[in-house]
């Protein structure tokens, strides 16, 4: 599985460009927050695993330090566009679909890989459901989630999960349709887990 590509080529640019008009410069900016970034991993608690807060540090950071100078919401969106780009280009690459042909097997056996070994390994899976028609998973443990409650920034979840809905109806679009089994089903929603359904749609008839 590819997993060294680094999403911040993706991320930085787009923060570049949206934070033109937010703040006097955003390159000072995002290099205070790069060059702070060692002071405020050593704050996390020891809990969480080094290779999380590697990935996933530098963009809780900056959406901290945005928070504190535009206010929550503007922040959140700033992040929202930033993470959502970059995010979808990080998952996608992860699926590797150049060499492992679209198919909904191919789906199932990469999403679960995934789970094991790319961005979501820090998550405890169970499989619900399988069959050549549906997959259903649930997550009962999120480490995002308890890493953005640890610093009081549980909103940022959210920036996270919707990287979910790009990538998978994405893959193969009006044939896998992602949803998440209603609305408010995550634990970023107050839920105790998030559920993950796919359905394969390729034998509907035009009509």
Same mark, same amino acid.
């Given at each position: 599985m590819k997993k060294k590509f680094d999403f911040t080529k993706i991320t930085t640019p787009i923060l570049l460009e949206l934070l033109q008009e937010e703040i006097p410069s955003p390159e000072c900016f995002l290099q205070e927050c790069k060059s702070s970034l060692p002071t405020f991993q050593s704050t996390i608690d020891k809990k969480f695993p080094p290779d999380l807060i590697k990935f996933i540090s530098m963009p809780l950071w900056v959406y901290i330090n945005l928070k504190n100078k535009l206010g929550e919401k503007k922040? %959140? *969106? @700033?992040?929202?566009?930033?993470? /959502?780009?970059?995010? =979808?280009?990080?998952?996608?690459?992860?699926?590797?679909?150049?060499?492992?042909?679209?198919?909904?097997?191919?789906?199932?056996?990469?999403?679960?890989?995934?789970?094991?070994?790319?961005?979501?390994?820090?998550?405890?899976?169970?499989?619900?459901?399988?069959?050549?028609?549906? %997959? *259903? @998973?649930?997550?009962?443990?999120? /480490?995002?989630?308890? =890493?953005?409650?640890?610093?009081?920034?549980?909103?940022?979840t959210k920036l996270i999960c919707q990287v979910d809905n790009a990538v998978f109806n994405s893959y193969l679009p009006e044939e896998i349709i992602f949803h998440r089994d209603g609305i408010n089903q995550r634990i970023a929603d107050g839920c105790n887990e998030c559920h993950f359904v796919w359905e394969y749609k390729n034998k509907i008839n035009c009509k």
């Open positions: 922040a %959140f *969106e @700033i992040m929202r566009i930033a993470l /959502l780009t970059g995010g =979808l280009a990080k998952q996608s690459i992860l699926f590797d679909s150049v060499n492992k042909t679209r198919t909904f097997e191919n789906f199932i056996k990469q999403e679960l890989q995934i789970n094991k070994t790319g961005t979501t390994k820090w998550n405890d899976l169970e499989v619900v459901y399988k069959d050549e028609n549906k %997959f *259903e @998973i649930k997550i009962t443990k999120c /480490l995002y989630h308890e =890493l953005t409650t640890y610093l009081q920034i549980s909103e940022a």
